[in-house]
């Protein structure tokens, strides 16, 4: 795989573009096009417990969760908080279970890709 065929995609032109960017390559079922959104080195907290690192790791493991077409509705994003050339991005999921959080980095070009991502923080259970 190597890095042009990631630069047909379209880049988040801010940080809040990366999950409705997500959402909708999952949707299609495009792994490929879901990596495009992640930087080289991101590491991302999934599956639960386990840490995949590397965009085509990420890629990999997108590819293998997007065979069952899962369907992902948009979630409203909380405010993102830039700080630089970084940015913290959240949504509450809609079923009320938790979090999920993302830091973005801005590219030289001005677009965002994701750097961490934790999909998924659970409440703790009383």
């Known amino acids: 795989m190597t890095e042009d065929k990631y ?9 809040e573009d990366l999950t ?5 390559r999952s949707n299609a079922g495009d792994a490929d096009g879901v990596a495009a959104l992640y930087a080289e080195d991101a590491v991302l907290a999934y ?7 590397g965009r085509e790791a990420i ?7 997007l065979e069952n077409r899962p369907r992902f509705t948009p979630e409203a994003p909380l405010p993102t908080l830039v700080s630089g050339d970084l940015a913290l991005t959240s949504t509450p ?5 938790g979090a999920r959080a993302q830091v ?6 001005g677009s965002w890709l994701r750097v ?11």
């Open 93 to 97: 999921p809609s079923d009320g279970s």
């Open 47 to 53: 599956p639960p417990g386990a840490q995949t690192v």
């Open 20 to 24: 409705r960017l997500f959402v909708e």
């Open 7 to 15: 630069a047909k995609y379209a880049k988040a032109e801010r940080p």
């Open 104 to 109: 973005a980095r801005r590219q030289p070009d």
């Open 59 to 65: 890629r990999a493991l997108w590819a293998k969760v």
């Open 116 to 126: 961490l991502d934790q999909p998924e923080f659970q409440r703790p259970t009383s």
